[in-house]
T-cell receptor
Framework: QKEVEQDPGPLSVPEGAIVSLNCTYS??????FMWYRQYSRKGPELLMY????GNKEDGRFTAQVDKSSKYISLFIRDSQPSDSATYLC??????????FGKGTRLSVIA | GAVVSQHPSWVICKSGTSVKIECRSL??????MFWYRQFPKQSLMLMATSNEGSKATYEQGVEKDKFLINHASLTLSTLTVTSAHPEDSSFYIC???????????FGPGTRLTVT
């Protein structure tokens, strides 16, 4: 079993929809959880960072971590065509390197 | 967020030559830098972890004599692809964490094409 599982999609939604992106992980030692957005031929951009379980909101983006079920979510409200990108979940414990999911390709159709 | 830059953004080289890619932290000191490669439509694959002033730690399967990493200062790490071959063509990305914290920031990436 991979340490972080993420459905690669692609996921296509109409503009204005609520998008739900998810990952599961297997290592209970993971304590830091991140979501990155990557546009084609660009480096990943850190969107959200959470520590341990809970919710975090930033504008149209909400990150959720449920450590009891080892489940990570990113919600995008009022999705825009400019949100079309690949979204990568990532996690780590302590100072260890990030462990990434495969990334979900999202298309928001105008 | 913190800013990481890379140079060049795109390089084409002939098979057998060497290419150097620079990674700089612009607004923080980077004790540790990570180097990744990414093939089209795939996730990032960690190649090595470099610590300022010491030898890099390479992931299993990554040839350290082919991918030379130098981290001589707190703001600069370099990756040199030696004797490049077409199969080395990929997207190379570096990252680092300000203050060694958990948040990791990535550079814009370098696209290497070996002909």
């Amino acid at each position: 079993q991979k340490e972080v599982e993420q459905d690669p999609g692609p996921l296509s939604v109409p503009e204005g929809a609520i998008v739900s992106l998810n990952c599961t992980y297997s290592n209970s030692a993971f304590q830091y959880f991140m979501w990155y957005r990557q546009y084609s031929r660009k480096g990943p951009e850190l969107l959200m960072y959470t520590y341990s379980s809970g919710n975090k909101e930033d504008g149209r983006f909400t990150a959720q971590v449920d450590k009891s079920s080892k489940y990570i979510s990113l919600f995008i409200r009022d999705s825009q065509p400019s949100d079309s990108a690949t979204y990568l979940c990532a996690t780590r414990s302590g100072n260890t390197p990030l462990v990434f999911g495969k990334g979900t390709r999202l298309s928001v159709i105008a | 967020g913190a800013v990481v830059s890379q140079h060049p953004s795109w390089v084409i080289c002939k098979s057998g030559t060497s290419v150097k890619i620079e990674c700089r932290s612009l607004d923080f000191q980077a004790t540790t830098m990570f180097w990744y490669r990414q093939f089209p439509k795939q996730s990032l694959m960690l190649m090595a972890t470099s610590n300022e002033g010491s030898k890099a730690t390479y992931e299993q399967g990554v040839e350290k004599d082919k991918f030379l990493i130098n981290h001589a200062s707190l703001t600069l790490s370099t990756l040199t692809v030696t004797s490049a071959h077409p199969e080395d063509s990929s997207f190379y990305i570096c990252s680092s964490s300000p203050g060694g914290g958990p948040e990791q920031y990535f550079g814009p990436g370098t696209r290497l094409t070996v002909t």
